[in-house]
Structure formats: C-alpha cells, structure tokens
C-alpha cells in the first residue's frame, strides 16, 4: 500500500474535501463533537466564541477519518477566515494546502 503524501499523525492520513464550498457546517450555536474526534468529557463548543471555534476544526481537521464530518462540521468561509490562527499538524496544514491553494495565501 503506498503512503499517503500527507499525514495527521504516524499512520493516519489526512482527510481532505474535493471543495471548500461542500463545507457547509454551522458557523453559530454549540456543537458536540463526537466521541471518536474528540476523547474529552467536555465535547461542545460555542462558536460565538473564536477560541472554541478554532479548538474545534483543530480536533475535526486533525482527527477525522471521514469526509463527512468535515462536510457537517466545517464552514467553508469560516476555515478560510481561520486557516491562519488553527494550529495543525505539518501533514493536515499541507494536505489542505495542496489541494485548496486558495489557503496558503488566506
């Protein structure tokens, strides 16, 4: 199996959408992420507050393995006003880069 060029972490490849305009996720109210991208027994984020929302497509973007979640939980227009700030793994910043251009210049 070859490698993936870019990963989340050892093992896991990142996961990236075809478009930014498929990411049609909520941009106010509170989430609640699920289990398995974020371990911690507090899992929502108010989006009216930027710490939680960048806390929050930092666990989506670092930890999902499925394209869904990005879809359903990411605003495409509010990744690209963050992209700057979001503290992410080498692999996941440059997967998003190379396939969404558009982000190294956001």
Do not use: C, I, K
Not at 18 to 37: D, F, K, M, S
Not at 69 to 95: F, I, T
């Amino acid at each position: 199996m070859p490698h993936p060029a870019h990963l989340a972490r050892p093992g896991r490849p990142a996961v990236v959408t075809r478009t930014l305009a498929e990411l049609v996720g909520p941009t106010q109210g509170v989430v609640e992420l699920p289990v398995r991208l974020m371990w911690a027994a507090d899992r929502t984020f108010d989006l009216s507050d930027p710490d939680d929302l960048l806390w929050m497509y930092e666990n989506v973007l670092r930890e999902t393995h499925r394209a869904d979640d990005l879809r359903r939980l990411v605003n495409g227009r509010a990744l690209r006003r963050v992209w700057p700030l979001l503290n992410l793994p080498r692999g996941v910043r440059q997967a998003w880069e190379s396939r969404h251009r558009g982000l190294r210049t956001a």
